[in-house]
């Protein structure tokens, strides 16, 4: 509850305009409750403002290899909600200019075919498109993406949760939380779960230490130890009504948060 209520906390910020975008990595060791903290965020966060675009990313569940998760992660990113804003936000443009420009002008025309070249861009994005070579590049289909994500969180801010976030290709990863978080204008909150001696922790950091992600890339403040002490507390907080022979009995009968957390929805008691 802690990790998920920090996170909300960087949603809150972000949300309301005084943060821009940001990435927050929440590592811990397996069994810990990553997949847990995330699963409850989106709760903890609607119980205060709905979320305008909510994207979903499971490393476990994307193909190996970067050339067969790109495309994976470029449908995750685009998918119907944040097509519609970008479509809406190039309309809302377009018919800015023409009260501005007049109906008959020559440049409201120009612009009304750059609006066309850019909805045949997202088109070609969703649908794959000429990408790069490489997958991981700047003009791969993902970089492309998250490019579209991070323009239309200008006016609809975004939440992109990744979940087991290690499992994906640690190049393409970079070049995806990158692109959705380095944008000024952008209100993108990425948050991913990360091992503890995460490769793609390490390069995420150490390359926010400069350029244009330099302090967008945070660690949430995670207390990763899982003894038999935090295990009880970690029973006793999940079901209130145990005494506290029961949460300790429960304690020794499991190895990790996860199995308490399995435990605790279980029954009979122990």
Known sequence: MAAATELAQWWDGLRLGGSGSHAVLLAGPAGWGRSTVLDHLPEIIRADAPISLEVRINGRSLPDGPGLQAPALRDSLLGAEVRQQAAALLCRRWLLGARRLGIGSLLLTGMAGTISLLLAGLAAAAAGGVADDCPASENGATARAARVVAA???????????????????GLAVTMIENLIDHHDSRVLVVAAVDLGSDLAAALTSRARYGPTAGKVHRANADPRMGYQSRAELAGELRPHLTAAQAQELARQTRTFAEIFAAARSEPLP
């Open 152 to 170: 239309v969180s200008a006016s609809a801010p975004a939440l992109v949760v990744i979940d087991d976030a290690d499992y994906l290709e640690p």
